[in-house]
């Protein structure tokens, strides 16, 4: 019995642990998932990249992740015009570019809709998406991050 029970503590030990330093980033369109990639929080650097469709110069933005989602910390672009961020962080010129840092904006979700434009990117700790490789040109991608229990629960139904 004393095993057993051993057992089932060393059991919900790896599994408090994975939950704090293993999740998934999960892509999906409208019609359900399309990827499942499992990641080292602490490790995992995203980078969303993508041709400004105003501009038509490419952008960069940077992420960082947290338990519930992703945080938007850096953004690098290469010409400033409409509907380029002006607002919250230091914003600098450097290296020819604007480079705008430490935003720290909460997002819970990634919404994307794909254009037709090519150089869509995703790059998830050095792994890199084609956005238009995983949906259609107009499509909607939802790009999320859960703690393995936490997607266990969202696959099962338990909210």
């Known amino acids: 019995m004393k095993k057993i029970i051993l ?6 030990l790896i599994i ?14 409208d019609n359900g998932v399309i990827k499942v990639r499992p990641i080292f929080v602490q490790a995992t650097e995203i980078e969303l990249k993508y041709i400004h469709s105003v501009a038509q110069t490419q952008v ?3 992420f960082e992740l947290d338990n519930n989602g992703f945080i938007l910390n850096k953004t690098v672009f290469e010409s ?11 914003f600098k010129r450097k290296n020819g ?16 809709r794909v254009s037709r434009t090519e150089g ?10 084609d956005l ?4 259609e040109p107009g499509q909607r991608l939802f790009v999320n991050f859960y703690s393995p229990w ?9 909210n």
């Open 97 to 112: 570019k604007f480079v705008q840092e430490g935003q720290n904006i909460r997002i819970d979700e990634l919404v994307l």
């Open 60 to 62: 960069s933005e940077n």
């Open 120 to 129: 869509q990117e995703l790059i998830v700790s050095g792994e890199v998406y």
């Open 7 to 12: 057992v089932l503590i060393f059991l919900l």
């Open 80 to 90: 400033y015009g409409a509907g380029l961020p002006l607002d919250g962080g230091d």
């Open 132 to 135: 238009q490789l995983l949906v």
């Open 16 to 29: 408090v642990l994975m939950n704090y330093t293993v999740g998934l980033i999960v892509f999906s369109s």
């Open 150 to 158: 936490n997607y266990l629960k969202l696959s099962f139904g338990f």
